[in-house]
Every structure is written in C-alpha cells, then in structure tokens.
C-alpha cells in the first residue's frame, strides 16, 4: 500500500508511547518535551526548540530543531528557505550530509519539513538586510518530510502574486499561509485579548455566553430559523444578545461582556457576513458618558503595539444633526474636509428660480461643498458619472438636482446656473464656501436631510475619485473616531403608516423628551450613540428603557407592536431591573479597518461569499430526507407554489 | 400617563446631557463620573463609588453611593438592607432624615435602590460576625427609588428557599442573583479568562473564531439544520470546530484555540443542552504527550484562586484496557476504591457450574468487587434494587448475571452460589478481593467487557446508595483528574455490519498498529486521549491523520463512507498539512464539577430544559408563513405522513 510506506516515513519522528499505569507517572519523554514544557513561548509542548522567523543572531551557535513549510529551494537543494508564521529562514546542507541533496531537490514547494542543525553567522558579505532572519543561516544536520505537499498547488503563497478572490476562498488554507492574512488573524487575537484583559481584569466585568437558539423576535425577518423536533416550532438565530444582556442587568451580573457570535440574513449582500462577531457589553447603574469613557479607553488599552495610530481619549462627539448638516451621512468619514456648507442665506434672492422655493421654508435648505482644485482631475464626463452615482441613493424619488460649478483658472465660473446669478449673490457664495480658482463646487436644494444625504455621497465619491487619480485624500495611518448622538427616537415608516424605531424598541428616550413620548413621539430623541471610524459604523449603543410601563407603551402605542411577544422582558423590567445601558461593537469591521482591508472577509479565518455560501465546502448543500423528516419540513417546490 | 410620572421620578439622576460640537470637548460631567473613570474596579464609569457588598471597616468615614437592590427592611423602614453580587450591607435612616421611612417602608422587596451616605462602624456590640460588611453599617443621607418591584415575585432570592427548577428556569432573572449563580458565573468567567492568559499570552496561542453555519457533516445526524434561501440547501450548526481546526493547521496558524459554542441535536436527553460550550484548542509539530502536558498545566494555572483542590500534575494515566479491567468504564471515578478484581483464576473448578464456560477462553473473564461493610447499609431489597439498575445498561441482551455475597459478622456467606464453593475457592476468592465480615462482594462473569460494564456500573450505583446514606464514599473537595488513552480506533458498528470510528474517522492510529490497518483494523489503536474528572468525561483529544492517502483509506476502505463529501479537507491535508492533534475541554460539566452542581444547567447563564426548550420564552416557537417562504421550506403535517 502506497500510504503505508508513506505514512511509516512520516510517523518516524513518532517515539511509541509506553503502556501508562495509573500509579506510574510518565514513562517516557523526549529531552526535547520535557525541555519545551516549560518555555513560554511559541514553541512551547511541541518537538520544536524555535520558529523559523524567529531566529536572531542571538541564536548563533545553538543546536535547533525547525519544522516549516518549504518556500523554496536553489542550487540544487543545496539551500532550502522554510517559513512558518514568523518569517522565513535559510537552510543550508552542509557537505558532510550532501546524500540530502536529491531528497531536498525532490520536494516540491509547500512541503511540510523537520529540520535539525546548527545556527551559524552567514559568511561576511551575504546577510541579507531585508530579511529579520538575514544574518544567519541553519547548518541542516538531519533533514525529516514531515508531509510532502502536492505538486502545482492551485496559487502560490508568496505574496507577490495576485490572486482571484473567489480562488483564495476556495482554497483558503493556503490563503491562511500568507504574510497578510496571518498578520490579519494574529492581529484581530491579540487585540480581543487585550479588550478582555481590560474588561475582565482591570475592570471586573463578567464574560457571559448568551444562547444562540432563542426565539424569534417580533418583526425579526433577518434572523435565520433552526426547525426544532417539535412539530411545527422553530428557533431562531439571534441577532444580538439585545434580551439577554438586558435580562443579565435584571439578574444582577451588573457588569457583561461577551464576544457574541450573531447571525443576519440578508441574502445576498455584499460586505455582510451571515455570522458576525460583536464586542458586546452592557453595565448597570452607568449613563451615556460612562458607556463612551469605557469604549474611548478600552480601545485605547487594547490597540495594538505595533499600530501607529493609537487613538486620543476623548473622542470628538457630533449629533446626528450636525453630522448631517456637514456630512450628510451618520457615519461621517472626519479624516479629510471637503464638508457641506449650508448657503440657504446666500441665495435668497439669487436670481436662479430654481432656488426661490427652497430659502423661504425652514424643513428646506441649499448645501455645498467645495472640492479643492476639482478642476485639475475631474472632466465633464467625470463630474456626470459621480453625480449620477450619488443621486442613486435616492433613485429620483426627491427630484433633487446637483449643480455643479468649475471655476477656472481666472476665477471664471462655468456653470448651468452662472448666466442667472446675481453678482454678489455670487461672492457671497464664493465666500461661504471659500471657493479659489480650479475648485469644483457642487450645490442641491431640498427638504431636510434628502439633498444633504445627496451630496454626502458625492463627496465619498469625489473623494474616491481622487484617490483612484492618486491624490491621498484619506491618511491611510489616520483613525478617526467619533461618536454620533442625539438620533430621533423614531422615524417615519417607509410607507407613512406610522412611526418605526430608529434603532431598536429597547432605546430609552432622553429624559427631558419624556413628555414629547405622548404628545409628539417623532419628536423625541433617544439616549443612542454610535461610534464611528473613518466612515465606518463600529460600534452602536443605548442606554435602555428600564422601566416596564414605558417599555409596553413604546412597543404598543407608539410602535403598535403586540407586547405580548416580549412578555418575558415586560415582565423582567418589573421585577426589579436597574437602569442599564450597552454597546456593541462590530469586530469584523474595526479589524478590516485597523488592518487596513477593503473588505471584512479578509479579517475572519473562513468567511462566506456575498451570497452566503462556502467555496470551499460548498455550504449550504442538500440535506437527506432523514433529516427533513426529523425536523418536520418539507422543501417546498417551484411547482406547488 | 402613569409611567410619565414613575420614569421621570427614576430618570431623575439622569443629567441632562448637552450637545456636544465635534471640536469641543465633553462639556459636562458629574464629578463622580470623571473619579469613577479612572477607578480600576467594580464601579469605574457608573454612578457607584462602591459595590454594597465589597464595603468593609477600611471604608469608614467615606461618603459613598450604593446602588443595589433592596434584600429587606425592618423597625419601620430605619434599616435597609441592600445587595448587589458581593453581598449586603446595612443601611440606616439617620434621625435628621425621617422623612424617608414612609418611602422606605413602600419599597417592595427587590426594589432598585441609590443610596447616598456615610459609612460608620456599628455601634459596638451590634457587629456582624457572620457578614463580610458586619463591622460597618451606612448612614443614609439620600435616597432614589431607581425602579420598583411589583410585589410578590414568584419567588424569593434569600437561598434558604428551595424552588422548582421549573421555575428558576422561567424566571431565570431572578434565579441569577442568588449567590449560588453570581457565584458560579463569575467563576465560570474568571477561570475562562486565566485559561485564555495561559493559552495566548504565555504560549502564543491564537483565537480563532470558526464558522457556525456550515456544510453538513456526513452521518451527523445530530445536527440542527438551518434552511438558506438557496432552494433546497441548508447550512448545518456543527458539533465541533474539528475541520476548520485541521485547516487552520494547515493554514499554518500552529496553534490555535477558541471557547467554541458547539450545537447538538439528540432530542430529549437529561444533562444535554443543545448548544453548549468547549475550550477547542488545536497544535502543530505536536505529540500526544504534548497536548497532555499542555492541558495539565493550564488547569493548573487558571484553578480559581478561592477553591480547594488545585490539581498536580502530572495527572495519572489509564489505558482503555485498564479502566475498564478496575472500574468497567472508560471514564473511571477514582475518588473512591471497589475497584473490579478479575478472579478469574481463582474460579477454575470452582464448582459453581455457571463459572466454567468462562474459565476456559481467554475472551471471557470473572470479575468482582466489595462494597466494605455493605451489609450495614445494605438490605436485601436495595441489593435486588441496586443490581436491576446496574442490569439496565446492558437491557439483557447478553443474559448476565450479577451474583452477591453477603458476609455476615461471623464470617459467613450468604449467597446463590455458597453452597457449591468449595472451600478453598472461597478462601482464594476472598485472598483476592480482601473481603472481610460485614462486607458485600459482588460477582459477574462473561464476555470481555460486557460483564465489566455492568459491575462498573453497579460500582456507581452501591456508591450513590451508600452516599444517601449519609456514608461519604466521594470526597467532594477532590478532583481527580486522569488520561484515559489506547482506545481502540474502530469500533464494531451495534448492527454487525463493518467498523465505525471509536471518536471521529481524522483520529490517527498509533504509528506501530500502521500494519495492522491493512490486516486487522479492529485491532489498531488509536492515538486519542479522553481527560475524565471524578467519573465525567471533560475533554478528548486526539493526533489527527494528517496524511490525504491515509485519510481517504480509512474514510473509504474502512468506514465505507463516501470520501467526495470530504473532498476539501482530503485536499487539504495533500497541500501542505503539518503532522497536528488537539483536544476539546467540555466546558460546562467541568464547571458543574468545580462548581459542584448535579447539572450543567446550574454554570449556564440561560440554559434549555432537557426537552431544548427555553422556559423563559417558550423558545422555539411557530414562525410565520413569510418566515418560511423566505426560506423554501413548509411544516410536514401528520396528515402528510
């Protein structure tokens, strides 16, 4: 049997394990073991004595055992470079064991290989700066496969070549092998665990795990169900531990964590991950400020050593207003300007037309922004295709217009509106948005926030633009943090039946907003914060209602919901629950963010396409009738619908 | 509105917060916020400046505020105890401030309490031995009622009363601030949190989070399944990280844990939750020796501070073979001795006819134990009983017979079989098994093991019997950890029809039964390793096959499974895989055990009844029809059938 020998070859580095009696202790061990039981370190319970990025001049002379992955060989096996995780290093067969040569020659890439030798200075001369293990080299005394790889491997793991995406997922452990995605989930490791040393060591909180088979929550249309043994019932897969962490504050673990592994379907989305990771916290007795001081110095605590960055405590704090009257978004991106100006004042009496019916209303306004020397990197085309992108967010149900203004290079304005423009009507609007010569100016008029949303994308796109020109908008080192606070308690349905929570039914309203609840709901504001980085949402939280009448007005009064699908909170809230309040911070998207990512799948070990599925198992697949059966479903065909 | 006027009363310690300008700075703050930020404890960024409980005669003087809830009052509201997780504290309504008793005398109990006050020694005389705050008392200076608690809860939090676990399950909220509870789940949190110190800052280990939505296992029947919106697919919860812990081996991320939630579906089935928790750690380069010596010291290491019973290592070792010669089972208590004695021997020409169809082959064996001093404790009812229970495991099926003698005080033996042992049967028989006056020997005979198991099993039996006796067989302060190792790596499947795996079809064979694979695999042993505490099985572990040949064989000629369905993990052990092993440490029966809870229920924040239902919510619950149009799936009535 070809295994067999294969195997037998493989295991060789094996010592058999002696019969134990349960009065007898060990019998046997390698000096090796017993010597690696007690280093703390990387190497530690294992047959090897060091890594092989590891390896410093510190190092030279001793005797060491390597196991690693060959990168590569050259001059006929004459020298062979292994690597692990911490880097590469270079293996040399002495002459004296030149019978290794066509063994190492006969190793295709990949292989899996134990190396014992000697840690020597390279010769004078041939130290390689650019590598941290270039000033020595490995003397192979004895050379063992641990696992010969196959031969063309589907890509290869040196970073230097550009790999599909869909490629690398379907192979993901040979992904896993790069420089790039070790850093990624060593990184992501160390951080959570810094983020729990805070938590639970410097700051008593307890680390509870939620269960993930729960009930389905009102309205819960994003969470997957699980069909149970019991005819007809289903559980379901949480979205957060929303009711558990509140239900812990009733139970008195006063101060929770948990790094909570929650599920969204969305079907198919991209940026989205059917399971996700959040920080998840929840505290007694604590306020709004309390909640952000914790995050602002937990993230300072935690951030990684070798990160430049780390952020300064406070952090900036904007309402949701003022985010979107200067950025027309509730995630602002604060590491460039190029922010909106409300010019409502200059334009009356503008002498464009089009104007006149937004400066007379107060739910109206005019906004601009100004991109600085636009005139250099945007054409015509340019210009139509960014505001053509911006305005899909509204898809034309406003009406709103983008005007744009180029101003050249004598101060001349090139513009559809310019020939209407009043004279001063125009320096003043010069002067509001600072406009020079070579700037783009970009202007829309409308109700409250629609146009500001508008050409808040338009500014992401510019900026986006630019970028692609090469001009370096956002600082890539540079991590924005901020808050964003005072939202609405309630929103608008879309189908203007009624109102809607802006977050969720458990947010409690500002206090000084109480007597709006009954009189005016849209009104309120509610006791919600997110925290923002670089124009990512990281982090969303609340303080709660604790009180159980308030809780079952909001849900049926205001939000018109049955309370009695929440009749285990309702009744939680009036056995004794504390005011609380939490956050939760997403995982995935601060680490794809710290780690410098354009997509959180490179921050998760085995993460699912935009359509939910496994490349490389082929999840989700058909199950058997058995398993139907003992779920009491049935797949329901195209034809009996 | 009534709950206008209750929340603004309770919203009332709220301030106001002001709007805060991006470029400003946090522009209000109480002053116990900003103390409390920089506390490194407890309390930091809430309203409290001391846990009730964590007050002692170090603190007299301080003014503080407690928030907790209220335990009881008595004299007319003038005293108040208060509680939070580390205990009560007494508080008193001074003289100058007796307009609070008719506000405290209102209060029911489990009220949410703020206390402002001073902290003083108790009068001399009236101290408190027995309470960790005994020494001091507060002076209550002011007083907020945060939320009420409606009156008469289900039931009372003081532990000396005893309530349904029906009950404690429904109203897990308030179960949870028993001691017992906040006891367990800090515990719990804390050992959780040093196993992680050891594991990732000491020996450079790397969390990694796996996918919890994956493709189904092949045969893994006890998986729940998920329905996708692909038409006819579903993701399934796997039982353990096991593939994507051999893959991140192969990845070459070398050593890797995770606190895992795992999920399994086995119906109704006592002291099974169906999702519950392991410790899943994973090393490349590594021996069987390695992963033992590593978990030994990482119990050793994170053993909570304040329990008895931190365990030395090494920890014993027993092979398969022997725990089920001295104990019939595979997960052995050693906290006590009547261990089985293979008399075999010493029955040959016994002349008891029964005996001598299994002196004869060297398959069949004759086993025994005593239970010293039994008949004091034993009638001849409980015997009858106690081996019926033992008999149930086996269910008949292969006819054996449990045979008792019972030793009078003057040596006599009472017994089926007495009067036809010859003497100097008796006499060896009682040499071998030290059987003294007043003692119950119990003997069984049969094919290897069968008969063992049953007397195991009756092993346990006679010591639960003995224990409701009041006799203390098991020493409740002990942990006894041991390996349990040399497990067969096939098993026959119960219908005759081939070989199953003894664990999982990726445990590899020890290195020197290679050969046997081929010739007699029911023969091979396996290279895993069960870690067993007090007769419950914590963890196993095993060397995995890391070679694709050997792992198709095994999958394809030995288990007859289909190997295509594992067609990524073959890949990946054929590109590059490392020689790996690991373990998965059941977290919540080793807590049950350090905790010392009969279920596993008791160290779960929110767990299922024994039927997977969540008493608090009535989890899992009907969906609606969108839920499962979404989904392709419709419920399978009986009518159907």
């Known amino acids: 049997m070809k295994f067999v020998r294969v195997f037998i070859h493989t295991a060789a580095i094996m010592p058999l394990r002696k019969l134990l009696s349960i009065r007898g202790m060990v019998s046997q061990r390698t000096c090796m073991q017993l010597g690696n039981r007690l280093l703390h370190n990387n190497v530690s319970y294992t047959n090897r004595t060091q890594t092989c990025g590891g390896l410093r001049e510190t190092d030279i002379g001793k005797t060491v055992q390597l196991c690693g992955w060959l990168q590569y060989h050259r001059m ?35 292989t899996v ?58 192979y993901r452990y040979l992904d896993l092998r790069t420089k790039r995605m070790q850093r990624n989930l060593r990184l992501r490791s160390n951080m959570i665990m810094k983020m729990r040393e805070f938590l639970c060591n410097k700051h008593g909180f307890v680390d509870v795990e939620t269960p993930t088979l729960f009930r389905r929550t009102p309205g819960g249309a994003k969470e997957f169900i699980v069909p149970s043994r019991h005819p007809g019932k289903f559980y379901s897969l949480p979205q957060s531990p929303q009711q558990f962490k509140q239900l812990l504050m009733v139970g008195g673990i006063d101060r929770y964590f948990q790094v909570a592994k929650c599920y969204r379907d969305e079907g198919a989305k991209p940026e989205r991950q059917p399971e996700f990771t959040q920080l998840d916290i929840e505290m007694s007795f604590v306020e709004m400020e309390g909640i952000q001081f914790l995050i602002e110095d937990l993230l300072h605590f935690s951030w990684p050593e070798d990160l430049e960055g780390r952020p300064e405590t406070p952090f900036p704090r904007l309402t949701y207003q003022e985010a979107m009257r200067q950025y027309g978004i509730d995630k602002p991106d604060t590491r460039f300007d190029m922010t909106l100006t409300d010019v409502t004042k200059h334009l009356l009496d503008s002498g464009v037309q089009q104007f006149d019916r937004f400066t007379s209303s107060a739910e109206s306004s005019i906004v601009a922004f100004r991109v600085p020397k636009g005139m250099d990197h945007m054409s015509l ?92 908008v956002r600082d890539k080192t540079k991590f924005n943090f901020l808050w964003v606070q005072d939202f609405p308690l309630f929103l608008p349905k879309e189908d203007g039946s009624g109102l809607e929570s802006a977050h969720h039914p458990f947010t409690a309203p500002r206090p000084d907003d109480i007597d709006l609840l009954n009189t005016h709901p849209e ?39 049955d309370p009695s699908e929440l009749k285990h909170l309702l009744e939680a809230l009036s056995m004794g629950c504390p005011p609380h309040g939490g956050i939760a911070l997403g995982l995935d998207r601060l680490f794809a963010c710290l780690c410098n990512c354009d997509t959180i799948r490179d921050v998760i070990a085995f993460p699912k396409s935009s359509d939910g599925k496994d490349l490389m198992s082929q999840a989700p697949s058909p199950v058997s009738k058995a398993d139907l059966e003992r779920y009491h479903v049935e797949i329901k065909t195209e034809s009996k619908k």
Chains 1, 2 share one sequence.
């Open 523 to 561: 009104k309120v504001q509610g006791q919600h914060y997110d925290l923002v980085l670089n124009g990512n949402e990281i982090g969303g939280g609340s303080i709660r209602i604790h009180n159980a009448d308030l809780q079952r007005y909001v849900l049926q009064d205001i939000l018109k919901e």
């Open 381 to 472: 085309n340019d210009i139509q295709t960014l505001k053509e992108a911006a305005l899909k967010i509204d898809d034309g149900k406003n009406k709103i217009n983008i005007i744009d203004v180029r101003v050249g290079q004598n101060g001349e304005w090139k513009s559809s509106i310019s020939k209407y423009l009043k004279p001063d009507t125009r320096e003043k609007l010069a002067a509001a948005t600072q406009l020079q010569s070579g700037d783009i100016l970009f202007l829309a008029a409308g109700q409250r926030f629609k146009h500001n949303e508008i050409l808040g994308r338009l500014r992401l796109e510019c900026a986006n633009h630019l970028q692609a020109k090469g001009i370096q």
């Open 76 to 110: 006929g096996g004459l020298f062979l470079i292994l690597r692990d995780w911490q880097g590469l290093v270079q293996c040399i067969v002495s002459q004296e064991k030149e019978s290794l040569l066509p063994l190492v020659r006969d190793l295709n890439y990949e």
């Open 113 to 170: 290989v134990e190396v014992h030798g000697k840690v020597h200075a390279r010769p004078a001369g041939q130290e390689n700066k650019n590598l941290e293990t270039g000033m020595i080299e490995v003397h192979v005394e004895d050379l063992k496969i641990l696992n010969q790889s196959i031969q063309g491997l589907p890509f290869d793991i040196r970073e230097f070549h550009d790999v599909k995406e869909s490629l690398r997922m379907e």
